[in-house]
């Protein structure tokens, strides 16, 4: 199986989020998403080259859960303190947030 990247979906966040959108720019892949009103990062205000939309607030969560709402597949990376801190203070619900797939499951649906 063939795997094709259609769009990219992302909130213009330093790092990871900026590269999927300038790869996707310079790739000539479709790319949109939603960014906090202002269109603020942490580092200053989003570039206008990024086809983002603004939420109607400037609450980053609302962003990032539009961003899930409309894309096909999510991919995160999450620091391996915040994991060791959770778990140290008994946090299941962040635990459950921060779950990763089992990675023989994964590998078998990609392949298929």
Excluded: F
């Excluded at 992302?10 to 479709?30: F, K, M, N, V, Y």
């Excluded at 797939?101 to 392949?111: I, K, Q, T, Y």
């Amino acid at each position: 199986m063939k795997c094709e990247i259609i769009k990219i979906v992302s909130g213009g966040q330093t790092g990871a989020d900026r590269a999927a959108l300038d790869w996707a720019i310079e790739h000539g892949i479709p790319h949109e998403g939603w960014c906090p009103k202002g269109r603020w990062a942490e580092d200053g205000p989003i570039d206008g080259r990024y086809q983002l939309q603004e939420t109607p607030t400037e609450n980053y969560v609302q962003r990032t859960e539009w961003n899930a709402r409309d894309s096909e597949a999510v991919s995160t990376t999450v620091e391996p303190k915040k994991i060791a801190a959770a778990l140290a203070l008994g946090h299941d619900e962040t635990l459950q947030q921060m779950a990763v797939p089992d990675a023989e499951a994964l590998a078998g649906s990609v392949s298929d």
